[in-house]
């Protein structure tokens, strides 16, 4: 590893959930009440994270995942994140304009159409 390449990993007490390497930049929500933004060469750190999405980036695709509370190290790029447990992973693309309803009126609009069909 380069002392410009980050990796993230998250782990908890089942075992590692995931591991991420050369890495743009990584937010992390903390019990403070804000953010940090983690990018490489970032000074040791220990702090306390609260339950919500934590952000990663690699040249090319955003990340987000859902973890619950925990505990953030930061130490020679490397940020580890020692969580209670679970999380859920949705890849975004930086670039994209889509609107979230999109899908939501679709359905709709087909349930109006089996109605009417029904009738």
Known sequence: MTEDELTLRV???DG???E?????EV???LADGGPIGIRPRH?????ETVSGPIRYQTETELFEVELLAGILSIRNNVATI???GEMAE???APESTSN????LVEVLESEDEVREGNQ
């Open 11 to 13: 782990l908890s007490p």
């Open 16 to 18: 590692p959930l995931l």
């Open 20 to 24: 991420a390497d050369r890495l743009l």
């Open 27 to 29: 937010l992390v929500p």
């Open 43 to 47: 000074a040791s750190l220990i702090a």
């Open 82 to 84: 020692l969580s209670a």
């Open 90 to 92: 949705v890849e975004t």
């Open 100 to 103: 979230p309803y999109d899908k």
